[in-house]
């Protein structure tokens, strides 16, 4: 099983039955863990968009979580300050949280690279992380970019804080699962990939802590066979 297959399926695997879940712009790679969801472990899970579409019907792989060529029509429609409004009281399960920069305690940078008066690189910004991710039930960070440029051992700029109020918080990346912790070293907890654990270390600029546990791979070939049906052109891999 492909390793981006093996990422979107631990992901899947992470929504229950009659889980609210959303997901932020550009998130191609959550949104087809939701709908793999919705097919085979949480039928009964209710999805919004970040653009408010509840439970749209899949049509086929878009850009982003955000393109109409994703989705036909939805069942209703939750304006945006709503959509915030629904997270900020915990009303969200599960949400899907990235960074251009992600470090070993679980924060996120969204907001600048470098100095931030001076800045290398000016980012999108936070899009309401900063809140959602301290309200939402059970956030989850993800990545497909495991190398030293993105996890690093601090990030530049706090944008949001993913153990502001729990203890640990889950990174799922295309070679495995993280477990990040505030005072405590990060913990790899499953793999995806066939790589050594120095390989994966060093594309990781924080100490790891290696436990060896298979990762889920749940219906393996029933899940290959949805994804491909999902995004036949395989959008996924880019």
Known sequence: MNPRDKMISYLAGLIRDGD?????VASLIP????????????PASRFITC?????????????????SSTFSSWSSFVPLPSLFDLGVRGGIDVMFFSG??????????LTSIGDYLKPKVKLPGP???????????????????????????EVDFVTADGCATRDSIELVTE????????????????RFS???????QERTAFPLVFQNREAREQDIHTNTAILNE????????H
Do not use: C, W
Request: net charge neutral; hydrophobic share 40%.
């Open 20 to 24: 609210l879940v959303s997901t932020g």
């Open 31 to 42: 949104f087809l863990a939701v709908a793999l969801a919705k097919r085979t472990y949480a």
């Open 51 to 67: 653009s408010g579409a509840v439970d749209p019907v899949f049509e086929q792989a878009g850009l982003s979580s955000d393109d």
């Open 100 to 109: 251009a920069q992600i470090d070993q305690s679980g924060r996120i940078n």
């Open 127 to 153: 899009a309401g992380s900063t809140v959602m991710l301290r309200r939402v039930q059970r956030p989850v960070l993800f990545t497909l970019q495991h190398t030293t440029r993105t996890l690093v051992a």
């Open 175 to 190: 070679l495995g699962v993280l477990t990040l912790r505030k005072d405590a070293p990060a913990v790899m907890t499953a």
């Open 194 to 200: 066939d790589l050594s654990e120095q390989e994966i």
């Open 230 to 237: 999902l995004d036949p052109e395989g959008r996924r891999y």
